[in-house]
């Protein structure tokens, strides 16, 4: 990551980050009724596997071992909570502690985490080869103690 205080930016490669408090931006989504709610939740899912998959295509696609190791990693150095990726044969799974779109949501009724789906999805289509179906199977927004989600190649 460089920081460029004279450009007012923060960036890594062509990829230009900001920094954004949790709950003003998850304040958007709580401020709308649904179905567009559950609309916007899965556009910036989408939008996430599309611009972090080029993020995650940078870090090692043709070493997944290396990617799966990287992407934790980077996860905590953005904010992102504490992720534990594991790949079993055609599957990941990921537990996220301390996710900061459940803190910044608040209590719900159902899964937020839609940008760490979003995530999970592009580097599962990176690690097993294909387009991925990811889910929010746990979410500590809607009461779980952690965040969990799995990803599996699409069939």
């Known amino acids: 990551m460089r920081e460029d205080p004279a450009r007012g930016e923060i960036s890594e490669g062509d990829a230009r980050y900001l920094l954004i408090r949790s709950d003003s931006l998850m304040g958007l989504f709580r401020g709308l009724a649904e179905p567009a709610r559950g609309e916007a939740l899965r556009a910036f ?3 996430l596997a ?3 998959g080029r993020s995650a295509a940078r870090y090692g696609a043709e070493d997944h071992d290396r990617l ?11 904010g992102w909570g504490i992720w534990t990726l594991q790949r079993s044969g055609n599957a990941l799974e990921l537990k996220v502690e ?5 803190h910044g949501y608040g209590a719900a009724d159902a899964p937020v985490c839609a940008p760490i789906t979003g995530m999970l999805s592009a580097v599962a289509a990176l690690v097993l080869g294909g387009a991925a ?3 929010e199977d746990a979410c500590a927004a809607a009461g779980a103690a952690v965040c969990r989600f799995s990803a599996r190649r699409k069939e």
């Not at 799966?68 to 953005?78: C, N």
């Open 68 to 78: 799966l190791a990287t992407i934790p990693r980077k996860a905590g150095e953005l």
């Open 98 to 102: 301390n996710s900061p779109f459940a």
């Open 50 to 52: 599309e611009h972090g």
């Open 133 to 135: 179906v990811c889910r």
């Open 45 to 47: 899912a989408d939008s």
